[in-house]
C-alpha cells in the first residue's frame, strides 16, 4: 500500500446545482502537490440534477470513474452531514449562500486543502475503497439513485450553469 500522502483524495459535493457540477469537474481536473487522484461524489437531493446525469461523461473502460452521482438524498434528513465528515476527506456545499460569492478556484483550493489535512489526520483510510455511504444509506430504506462517470485521464470541460438551464426546459415525467 502506498503512503497515507499518495493514497486517493476521497471528496463529498452536497450540490443540486451547476456550481457543484463545475466544483466536481475543477476537483477532477485539478491535481494537487502529490499528484493524488481525486474522487468526487455528487451528493444531492434531486434524483438526476436538472437532467444532468445525461450529460455528463459516461465511463469509457479506460479508467477508473472517478466521479459518482449519489441522487435522491437529504442531508441533514436521510444522513448527518456529520456522518458524511466521518466518511469522506472533504465535504465541500458550494451551494451555501456564505459560498455564493466564492470564486470557483478558491473553492477547490480549500477543499482540496481540506482533503490534504483530513489525509494526512486518518492515514488508515482504505485507498481504493469507495465511501460506504450507498450501504448505510440502503441500511436506511433511501431510495437513492446512483451513477458513475468520468474516467481517470479524461478531461471534460462543459459550461455546467447552460447545461443546466438547458436542461429545465425537459419535461420529465414520472
Known amino acids: 500500500m502506498p503512503e497515507s500522502s499518495q493514497r486517493p483524495l476521497r471528496i463529498a459535493v452536497i450540490s443540486d446545482g451547476a456550481t457543484g457540477m463545475c466544483l466536481a469537474e475543477n476537483l477532477l481536473t485539478t491535481r494537487t502537490a502529490g499528484e493524488r487522484q481525486v474522487f468526487v461524489d455528487l451528493i444531492t437531493s434531486r434524483p438526476a440534477p436538472a437532467g444532468l446525469l445525461s450529460t455528463a461523461p459516461a465511463p469509457t473502460g479506460t479508467g477508473t470513474p472517478r466521479l459518482r452521482l449519489i441522487g435522491n438524498v437529504q442531508v441533514g434528513a436521510d444522513i448527518e452531514l456529520e456522518e458524511l465528515h466521518g466518511l469522506y476527506d472533504a465535504v465541500v456545499t458550494p451551494d451555501a449562500p456564505a459560498l455564493e460569492n466564492t470564486d470557483l478556484a478558491t473553492l477547490t483550493g480549500a477543499a482540496l486543502a481540506s482533503a490534504e489535512i483530513t489525509a494526512a489526520v ?27 462517470g468520468w474516467p481517470a485521464g479524461r478531461s471534460v470541460s462543459a459550461d455546467w450553469a447552460a447545461l443546466e438551464l438547458a436542461a429545465r426546459g425537459v419535461p420529465v415525467c414520472m
Open 122 to 148: 486518518f492515514p488508515e483510510r482504505p485507498q481504493d475503497v469507495p465511501p460506504k455511504v450507498l450501504e448505510l444509506l440502503a441500511a436506511r430504506g433511501v431510495a437513492v439513485t446512483s451513477w458513475q
